[in-house]
T-cell receptor, first 114, second 109 residues
Framework: DSGVTQTPKHLITATGQRVTLRCSPR?????VYWYQQSLDQGLQFLIQ???????AKGNILERFSAQQFPDLHSELNLSSLELGDSALYFC?????????????FGPGTRLTVL | SQQGEEDPQALSIQEGENATMNCSYK?????LQWYRQNSGRGLVHLIL?????REKHSGRLRVTLDTSKKSSSLLITASRAADTASYFC?????????FGAGTTVTVRA
């Protein structure tokens, strides 16, 4: 158990819909990362937050957005969903915002778009 | 885009044998990390090696890094059935991890 929790575990929805994925980082970790894992793209970095502020953006679509709240939990919002958005979405956390530190991954949310 | 590429894509070995997988990357790095993923579950950190280090050990794991060749290798010695998983190298880009496609290792009993 990494100490990172993600809800829900599974999500099945239809094209065009909007969903919210939730992540609670490990106690004491200020940095939260979101990754997408799909068969064709592999593991892709989406976005990072540190202590409530966006630090870095990766290959995140404009239809996707995220935020980190004062209690440090984070939400990833996916809207106008397409079939290709079906993937495993991971949240990770680390103690700092910089590199050179271990990232602790949550169990993931499996999103299926029908 | 993926920074690292693992080789081989898949590996099948007998319990007790060693497993070696390689990772090549494209641009200069500060650190390189290896992670393990069991069948669609979350990733587990195995080891981090810094660009000024050449070799690092952790239990049955040995990681090497050759920055001149932009490559790293992960050796798992005396493999066990529980080592069956996908292994990913990730270049550490100061704020994000860029993962390769992974090596799927199957350890046969």
């Amino acid at each position: 158990d990494s100490g990172v929790t993600q809800t829900p575990k599974h999500l099945i929805t239809a094209t065009g819909q909007r969903v919210t994925l939730r992540c609670s980082p490990r106690s004491g970790d200020l940095s939260v990362y979101w990754y997408q894992q799909s068969l064709d793209q592999g593991l892709q970095f989406l976005i990072q937050y540190y202590n409530g502020e966006e630090r870095a953006k990766g290959n995140i679509l404009e239809r996707f957005s995220a935020q980190q709240f004062p209690d440090l939990h984070s939400e990833l919002n996916l809207s106008s969903l397409e079939l290709g958005d079906s993937a495993l979405y991971f949240c990770a956390s680390s103690v700092s915002w910089a590199g050179g530190v271990e990232q602790f991954f949550g169990p993931g949310t499996r999103l299926t778009v029908l | 885009s993926q920074q690292g590429e693992e080789d081989p894509q898949a590996l099948s070995i007998q319990e007790g044998e060693n497993a070696t997988m390689n990772c090549s990357y494209k641009t200069s790095i500060n650190n390189l990390q290896w992670y393990r993923q069991n069948s669609g579950r979350g990733l587990v950190h195995l080891i981090l090696i810094r660009s000024n280090e050449r070799e690092k050990h952790s239990g049955r794991l040995r990681v090497t890094l050759d920055t001149s060749k932009k490559s790293s290798s992960l050796l798992i010695t005396a493999s066990r059935a529980a080592d069956t998983a996908s292994y990913f190298c990730a270049t550490d880009d100061d704020y994000k991890l860029s993962f390769g496609a992974g090596t799927t290792v199957t350890v046969r009993a």
